[in-house]
């Protein structure tokens, strides 16, 4: 396929937990257009995945009986993904993976485990699924991301109501993380996903319980992050209560389901590219929610717009015109387009998608595709 041929596009990626697989489909980068594209294997309750700084590997933990991490090679130009391998056993199920970087580890939390771990790029290439550390007692781990220069760590506890934060590399113990210090964001809160501002000087905390978000500035020397304040309670959900740490679905014991239908239940954070609006995913009421970021770094509830069924996972594109959101309880996947000044969303396109969709990522094939002259500045 020649450049002149292929069109200029995103392709999106989504994991389909009950479906055991990735999908992929066509994103007219023009029009906001979304098509099925093709369809890949993956394994039992397929979840976290995480692309690798240069865009060109692609991990997936799968949380099953037997948790594992597949590794795929993203062709740049056409987005197709190859298998290259699987690393079974690996000890834990991740909530949430990175691929930090530098390129040397992923970063698994483990919500059920209660703890943080450290793979080697090289071990999991070569099907090698022990961790090179563990790091436990982080009740209820739910995100870990990395800062852009590699060097510290943050880990959400939803458990404890703190964010953890570990330095890379600190060449004191032989292992690659050491604890810096913690952060507590007071009982209730919740945190849940974590993303940095796109300086990486602000760090936002999003509140499963609540649907808030906490805003830190971070200290790139220390790592210290210091609290700025959160974000109001949104008008969005106000016919809902504070929600609640809930058990594995496993539990002998579960959460009465009347009563989970009142609860605020969020899910997913991400943030535009010139850093003026925050979105939240918000579950039981199937609602996106927006913020904007204000100059002194405040935030302030905008808008909402209701999208697919129980929303777990969602992304913005690298230009920060659309949002691709799915639904753990729908069958479609959605593009909205943001709109710059307000950031209020409006539904462009929508197409099938799969059964339990939980985790989106984009791969950017217009500057493969493009000539030079016609690459989006």
Partial sequence: MTNETLPFAYTVLVSNALDAEIRSFNLDTATGRIDPS??????????????????????????????????????????????????????????????????????GASY????????????????????????????????????????????????????FCFSLDAGLTGEPAAFVEHASLGEGFGPRHLRFSPDGAM?????????????????????????????????????????RARP?????????????????????????????????????????????VHADASLEYASFIQTETQPRGFQIDPTGRY?????????????YAINAESGALSLLSRCEGGRGANWVEIIDRTQSAAPASARPL
């Fill in 248 to 292: 594995n679905l496993t539990a002998a014991v579960q959460l009465d389901p009347k009563t989970l239908q009142s609860l605020v239940w969020a899910a997913d954070l991400h943030v535009t590219p010139d850093n003026r609006f925050v979105y939240v995913s918000e579950r039981t009421s199937s609602r996106l929610i927006v913020y904007r």
């Fill in 38 to 107: 093709l369809t890949y294997a993956a394994a039992d309750a397929v979840m976290p995945m995480a692309l690798s700084a240069d865009r060109k590997l692609l991990y997936v933990a799968t949380r099953g009986v037997a948790p594992s991490i597949i590794t795929y090679c993203v062709d740049s130009l056409t987005g197709q993904l190859s298998r290259l391998g699987t690393a079974a056993n690996i000890e834990s199920s991740l909530a949430y993976l990175c691929a930090e970087p530098s390129g040397r580890y992923l970063l």
């Fill in 323 to 335: 949002l691709v959101a799915c639904g753990e309880k729908s069958s479609h996947v959605a593009v």
């Fill in 203 to 243: 760090l936002y905390v999003l509140s499963e319980f609540r649907a808030t978000v906490a805003l830190f500035q971070r200290d790139s020397v220390t790592g210290h992050i210091d609290p700025k304040g959160v974000s109001a309670r949104p008008q969005a959900i106000s016919e809902l209560n504070d929600g």
């Fill in 112 to 163: 059920g485990e209660h703890r943080l771990s450290i793979y080697s790029v090289d071990g999991i290439a070569q099907a090698n699924g022990k961790p090179l550390q563990v790091i436990e007692n982080i009740e209820h781990a739910h995100a870990v991301i990395v800062s852009p220069d590699a060097r510290f760590a943050y880990v959400s506890s939803l458990g404890s109501n703190r964010v």
